[in-house]
Structure formats: structure tokens, C-alpha cells
């Protein structure tokens, strides 16, 4: 099974992997497993302020900050896994990696905000959710 973690380095990512440490069907050797995080795009003005090297040096900083303890967790549970980062409209970019990588499931951590603020500011599961052709596994 392809399995696509989403992460953002949150306690909500830390709680997923809680969750998969108990479920060791979703962390067998068997599964193709891809970390996928999605940074937000900068406004155009600040992209050109800072220049193009300076933030792709804080995408990567950034990236590498998220990575490091889900690489520990899965060296810790002997897995192996790829792992991409992206810049994008953070749920409209997992959903089309999901979709396009032909994914058997994406897993990933809610804020659970609530109806209310998901309603005015919307939520990255909602997107992922509302967008993606692949089942999504969310872990609250």
C-alpha cells in the first residue's frame, strides 16, 4: 500500500504518529510510505524582497526542522520512507500529490478547529478532503 503522511511539525503531527505507532497494519515493512510537507507561498513582494536563494534556504530550513524527528520515528520503526517538500496552497497541493502519486491513503493530523472557524478560515483537512481522490486517514 502507498501511504502519503502529511506533516507540518505541529503536536497534531506528533499525535498522528502516536496513532501509527499503535497501528502497525499502517507501519509494516510492506508499505510504501512518502512524508510529504507543504509550505505556504510567500506574496510575490516578499519573494522578490528576500530574493530567490534566501527563501529557498527557509523553505529548506523549515523543511528540514518538520523532517527531523518524523526521519527519527521511522528509523526508530526500522521504515524506510521518501520524503518531498512543496510549496503551494498547502491542501490543494496534498491533495493533487496525493492524487497524482497514486496513493492508497493519505494520513494526517487535524486542528480541529471547529465548524465555526473552518467555516470563516477554512482548514487544510477540509481542502485535502473536499479535493482529493484518495482516502484520507485523520487524526485528531
Not at 12 to 33: C, G, P, R, V, W
Not at 96 to 118: P, Q, R, Y
Not at 121 to 138: A, E, F, K, R, Y
Request: hydrophobic fraction near 45%; aromatic fraction near 6%.
Amino acid at each position: 500500500m502507498k501511504i502519503l503522511l502529511a506533516v507540518d511539525g505541529s503536536d497534531f503531527t506528533k499525535k498522528m504518529l502516536a496513532y501509527l505507532a499503535t497501528h502497525e497494519e499502517l507501519l509494516s515493512l510492506n508499505q510504501d510510505i512518502t512524508v510529504v510537507t507543504v509550505h505556504p507561498p510567500v506574496p510575490p513582494r516578499v519573494k522578490k524582497a528576500v530574493g530567490k536563494e534566501t527563501l529557498e534556504s527557509y523553505y529548506q530550513e523549515d523543511a528540514d526542522k518538520i523532517l527531523k524527528p518524523i526521519k527519527q520515528f521511522l528509523n526508530n520503526h526500522a521504515l524506510e520512507a521518501k520524503f518531498v517538500t512543496k510549496v503551494g496552497p498547502v491542501g490543494e497541493t496534498i491533495a493533487k500529490f496525493a492524487t497524482a502519486g497514486k496513493f492508497d491513503l493519505v494520513v494526517m493530523g487535524s486542528h480541529g478547529h471547529g465548524n465555526i472557524v473552518n467555516m470563516v478560515m477554512g482548514s487544510v483537512v477540509n481542502q485535502v478532503l473536499g479535493t482529493c481522490s484518495v482516502p484520507v486517514l485523520i487524526v485528531r
